[in-house]
């Protein structure tokens, strides 16, 4: 253990020990993810009230969905896995099965008051500026489209056009990148130039999501590669799957 006098005459002792608690500590990517992904729903209880935490994915972005949860679990570590879901019955009678991880704990409850300001998801200007180039990768992976002459969307970029006014400024801050802000009939989007794309693309590249690489290198994915072995073995495995509504499913299971 390092005593007082020796890190008077060595500060470089301080300054490693602080930099070595940032880099555990930072949840930055974390919080990029839950910008555009995923629902923080809060519930009260005697303890102080805690977060549930809900992610989910279609059978083909399984692997996707497994480094979100990879990402989630290296900062709160809980016995939750991803599990398949059946929605419920549309009035066709048809279903629709996806994956889903879901977990509680009131630790991402200072992650609940930065996202979700007035008790719904919003994208704001502090938490942008407290964001860095990990997180911006993560909203990239989340919904870029990759059009044929490299021009890309960006579709989760909020509810209001000052909120995609905020996301785009926040790119160009950390890429170079500059986009338009297009409005469509219920969301805004972000529309890059094949110029713009391959900035944000060559800034990020080393961030990027394993299973969303081809969104930063433009290659066309090999979906069959892309979902994962372990989903398919998940599928066939014959356990029941969840059915009911979100609202009420699992609102006491607190996993972490």
């Not at 599990?83 to 994956?99: D, F, I």
């Given at each position: 253990?390092?005593?007082?006098?020796?890190?008077?005459?060595?500060p470089?002792?301080?300054?490693?020990?602080?930099?070595?608690?940032?880099?555990?500590?930072?949840?930055?990517?974390?919080?990029?993810?839950?910008?555009?992904?995923?629902?923080?729903?809060?519930?009260?209880?005697?303890?102080?009230?805690?977060?549930?935490?809900?992610?989910?994915?279609?059978?083909?972005?399984?692997?996707?969905?497994?480094?979100?949860?990879?990402?989630?679990?290296?900062?709160?570590?809980?016995?939750a896995?991803?599990?398949?879901?059946s929605?419920?019955?549309?009035p066709?009678?048809?279903q629709?099965t996806?994956?889903?991880?879901?977990?509680?704990?009131?630790?991402?409850?200072?992650?609940?008051?930065?996202?979700?300001?007035?008790?719904?998801?919003?994208?704001?200007?502090p938490?942008?500026?407290?964001?860095?180039?990990?997180?911006?990768?993560?909203?990239?992976?989340?919904?870029?489209?990759?059009?044929?002459?490299?021009?890309?969307?960006?579709?989760?970029?909020?509810n209001?056009?000052?909120?995609?006014?905020?996301l785009?400024?926040?790119?160009?801050?950390?890429?170079?990148?500059?986009?338009?802000?297009?409005?469509?009939?219920?969301?805004?989007?972000?529309?890059?130039?094949?110029?713009?794309?391959?900035?944000?693309?060559?800034?990020?590249?080393?961030?990027?999501?394993?299973?969303?690489?081809?969104?930063?290198?433009?290659d066309?994915?090999?979906?069959?590669?892309?979902?994962?072995?372990?989903?398919?073995?998940?599928?066939?495995?014959?356990?029941?799957?969840?059915?009911?509504?979100e609202?009420?499913?699992?609102?006491g299971?607190?996993?972490?």
């Amino acid at each position: 253990m390092n005593t007082h006098a020796e890190r008077v005459l060595n500060p470089n002792i301080r300054k490693i020990s602080r930099e070595s608690f940032l880099d555990v500590t930072d949840v930055r990517g974390l919080l990029g993810l839950l910008l555009v992904d995923g629902s923080l729903v809060y519930y009260r209880s005697p303890s102080g009230g805690y977060i549930q935490m809900t992610i989910t994915a279609g059978i083909k972005e399984s692997a996707y969905l497994e480094e979100k949860v990879a990402e989630f679990k290296s900062f709160f570590p809980t016995r939750a896995e991803i599990a398949p879901y059946s929605t419920a019955k549309r009035p066709n009678g048809k279903q629709t099965t996806v994956l889903r991880f879901r977990a509680s704990t009131n630790k991402l409850r200072p992650l609940y008051n930065l996202l979700y300001p007035a008790g719904e998801r919003q994208i704001t200007q502090p938490v942008l500026d407290i964001l860095g180039a990990q997180a911006a990768a993560w909203c990239w992976a989340e919904s870029a489209v990759i059009g044929k002459r490299g021009g890309a969307k960006l579709s989760r970029v909020g509810n209001t056009r000052v909120e995609a006014m905020r996301l785009n400024n926040w790119f160009e801050l950390l890429t170079g990148a500059r986009g338009e802000v297009k409005d469509y009939r219920k969301r805004p989007r972000i529309s890059f130039s094949p110029e713009q794309t391959k900035k944000i693309q060559d800034a990020l590249i080393q961030y990027a999501p394993k299973s969303r690489i081809h969104l930063f290198t433009g290659d066309v994915p090999d979906v069959s590669a892309i979902r994962s072995a372990r989903t398919e073995l998940l599928l066939g495995s014959g356990h029941a799957r969840p059915e009911g509504s979100e609202a009420e499913a699992l609102v006491g299971n607190r996993q972490a």
